[in-house]
């Protein structure tokens, strides 16, 4: 791609695919930069050409406090939200990524991997653990799934965390919510 920048350049300048042809193309983006620094011990997972791997962009998150946890589970009603060492005692799929939640808080985006053990539908929880321990506390807490629909004051159902992941990287926006007065919805 890169080589095919520099030769339109040159050709279009009238010049030889040199130094300053490969010095002005330089400065011309590639397609396949990065908007966004994936994060997560997953990452490699989601770099091109790898997978499986579900890529997770948030927004909306309330602030740059705690960190923000993607969660997989089994994409039927009796095992998601179950307790992690219940599912792993099971030999059910059950992954936990955390990052710290970005400073730009509610300004920017983050984006988060999650590796997944093959193509299949499964279950995707975001968690913004605002105080950084591993309990959720609905107060002040905040949580999203795939379907973004408004959470309201139960859990969510699984249709609305569920996500059906390629054999590549399949990419999905969540917008973080919070308690409010109606219950869960966008901060």
Known sequence: ??????????????????????????????????????????????????????????????????????ELYPATAEDFLKGDHELIA??????????AAPA????GAVAVCIRVPRPGRYALMMIHSRDGRNKFDYKIDGAGTPSNKRIGFGKPKVEE???AAGAGVTPVAIRAQYMGLFGFSPH
């Open 1 to 70: 791609m890169t080589r095919l920048i520099r030769s339109t350049i040159a050709a279009a300048l009238l010049i030889p695919a040199g130094p300053f042809a490969q010095a002005l193309s330089a400065q011309v983006p590639s397609a396949q930069t990065p908007s966004a620094q994936v994060l997560g011990s997953d990452a490699a997972a989601c770099q091109p050409g790898a997978g499986p791997a579900i890529e997770a962009t948030i927004t909306g998150l309330k602030d740059g406090k705690g960190d923000v946890r993607l």
């Open 90 to 99: 099971q030999d059910k799929v059950f992954r936990r990524v955390s990052v």
């Open 104 to 107: 730009t808080g509610r300004a």
């Open 161 to 163: 965390a569920s996500i």
